[in-house]
């Protein structure tokens, strides 16, 4: 067990200063941690003005970072593997062919967002995404691993939650009650202990996503 906390760098709010902001990839590695009993302190990074010494520790500048033994490393697939390999215990490993479960949900919730025309077909593109969801969750649930929680949903769990803020506001959409086993899923990650200590603010998801909608 590690005791000296981890350094991680993580987007900064865009509406309260020194808060965690609002990216799901951040909070993915977050949720890592905690679910992993690992302390960490966080380094929040304003991702329209980066500083210099960020620019040089993040060759692409994006978040999240972490520092492993006096190196810093990028990804969130990279990090969260990592962690896994250097703390087995709680093991939170998705077995391979359930890792992709759920895996469109986000970018077809992108495409939704940030479609001006109702009948393209981007809304049905998801709710068919989420159906699809749905079933393997009646079969296979509560989580993607069944009993207990594992890194698939700790990479799924925010982006559903950037789902719900972005589309209940952009386009007062929800996921619909036909779909109850998603609605309980999200319900039960976003009520996790883990989940509410890494989650962004609801003013920051929806102004993350504003240049998406209107640009
Ligand atoms: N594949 C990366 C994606 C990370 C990513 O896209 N982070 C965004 C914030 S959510 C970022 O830092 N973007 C740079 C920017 O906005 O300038 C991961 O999984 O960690």
Same mark, same amino acid.
């Given at each position: 067990m590690a005791t000296t906390p981890f350094e991680v760098c993580v987007k900064a709010s865009y509406t309260v200063p020194n808060k965690l902001g609002d990216c799901p990839f951040t909070q993915r590695v977050l949720l890592t941690l905690e679910e992993k009993h690992l302390p960490y302190d966080m380094k929040f990074i304003d991702l329209k003005d980066k500083p210099e010494w960020f620019l040089k520790i993040s060759p692409e500048g994006k978040v999240p970072l972490i520092k492993f033994d006096e190196e810093w490393v990028a990804d969130s697939d990279v990090i969260t593997q990592s962690l896994e390999e250097k703390f087995p215990v709680p093991p939170l490993v998705t077995p391979p062919e359930k !890792? =992709?479960?759920? =895996?469109k949900i986000f970018s077809s919730f992108i495409g939704f967002l940030k =479609?001006? *025309?109702? !009948? *393209?077909g981007t809304e049905q593109a998801l709710l068919s995404e989420l159906s699809a969801f749905n079933d393997y969750l009646k079969e296979n649930g509560p989580f993607i691993n069944g009993k207990e929680v594992s890194a698939a949903d700790l990479a799924l769990g925010p982006k559903l939650y950037h789902l719900e803020i972005a589309l209940g506001h952009y386009k007062k959409w929800s996921v619909p009650d036909s779909l109850p086993e998603v609605k309980s899923y999200m319900k039960t990650i976003f009520s996790k202990d883990s989940f509410i200590n890494t989650r962004a603010l609801t003013e920051d998801v929806v102004e993350g996503w504003r240049s998406k909608v209107e640009g």
């Open positions: !890792a =992709s479960v759920g =895996s =479609s001006k *025309d109702p !009948a *393209d």
